[in-house]
């Protein structure tokens, strides 16, 4: 047994978020489900980084890491870690670096929705636990990861229960149904592919269904996801490489993968508009995005991308702004009570810095 006393750790967060980049920046930080073990390994093994969790979503890349020297370890990480994690080699300027206390209570704004590109939606929540399942998993974290992040879910539980944050649509699924009918009027009668079978396409399916969307269209590469999620809101399966000669009979396309590469390009559409001769619309929920932005270009095609989900959540958060005086205040109760319990006790409230750009 040491003769001295651990160290005590500082909570730091660093990364880019919808508010601050653009999808085309923050894409370039991405880590798939199937990277994550390996960055999560990677991320460890930076100097100074004691646990860490790594959460990355359509709207998010976001690094938690606890550390005895928070100053140090951000300059690491930026030199180091997400150097080598962007495509381009650059850091870039948006990258947001918080500490101790306001790093604790942004993740729990992250936890209650209030953080999210459609207030107080859903799909963060569980997000935010598997990817402290997956690091649990890795071994990456240990008592001061693990005791943060249960409270941290007791916290977002209790914001979400006892205001009215979650009022209207909670996703950015529903969202993208909600753009959907705005731009078709009514989604009786229309065909609609969802491609992808994930949480993100999950929760837009079922809110299709619920919308009263009788003709949906499920593909994914993999068959058997594709067929249970098609079974769960009374649609058809269409296998993944035969998707495209659908289009010829779609009414709006819904893409959320995890496809490294555009599953849909301009050539493709020109051939399908020749047949069509009428308005497409593609709505794509991916980061990075799986729909080619030029396919815009083609005639009666329109795109919309996660940027533009922004503008079409604007009544939502407008609808929802009365509540979240309550949440945050209730977040910030949090942090100066229970939260103070996971902080050093030599630390102070630390303020919002942006990290500069690696030129």
């Known amino acids: 047994m040491s003769l001295f006393p651990a160290e005590p750790l500082h909570l730091l967060c660093m990364g880019v978020n919808y508010r601050t980049t653009a999808v085309a920046e923050r894409e370039r930080f991405s880590v798939s489900a199937s990277q994550l073990p390996g960055a999560l390994a990677e991320l460890k093994a930076v100097p100074g980084v004691e646990e860490c969790v790594l959460l990355s979503t359509c709207n998010r890349v976001e690094l938690y890491c606890w550390t005895a020297d928070p100053g140090r370890t951000a300059e690491t990480l930026s030199q180091d870690f997400l150097r080598r994690r962007s495509a381009s080699g ?16 942004h993740l729990a704004r992250v936890a209650a929705g209030l953080d999210s590109l459609v207030l107080g939606e859903t799909e963060i929540f569980g997000q935010l636990k598997t990817a402290y399942a997956t690091a649990l998993n890795a071994g990456v974290t240990a008592r001061n990861a693990n005791r943060s992040f249960q409270k941290i879910f007791s916290i977002g539980k209790k914001v979400r229960s006892n205001t009215r944050i979650t009022s209207g649509p909670t996703s950015v699924g529903a969202a993208a149904v909600q753009m959907a009918q705005d731009m078709l009027g009514s989604l009786q009668g229309r065909n609609i592919l969802v491609v992808g079978a994930g949480e993100v396409a999950r929760t837009t399916a079922q809110s299709l269904h619920s919308r009263g969307a009788e003709s949906i269209f499920v593909a994914n590469r993999s068959y058997d996801r594709a067929q249970a999620l098609a079974e769960e809101v009374g649609g058809r399966v269409i296998r993944f490489a035969e998707w495209v000669p659908y289009l010829e009979h779609i009414d709006i396309v819904i893409v959320s993968t995890a496809s490294p590469v555009y599953v849909v390009s301009p050539p493709v559409l020109e051939r399908v508009q020749r047949v069509r001769q009428r308005p497409l619309f593609l709505i794509d929920l991916s980061v990075p995005r799986n729909v080619d932005p030029a396919c815009a270009g083609v005639e009666q095609v329109s795109v ?28 910030a109760d949090w942090v100066s009570t229970e939260g103070a319990e996971l902080l050093p006790a030599v630390c102070a409230p630390a303020e919002l810095q942006v990290h500069p750009a690696i030129l």
Do not use: V, W
């Open 304 to 331: 919309y991308n996660m940027d533009a989900m922004e503008a079409a959540t604007e009544a939502t958060r407008i609808a929802r702004r009365a509540a979240c005086g309550l949440a945050e205040q209730m977040i």
């Open 90 to 105: 650059l850091l870039c300027a948006a990258f947001e670096r918080r500490e101790d206390a306001a790093a604790l209570a």
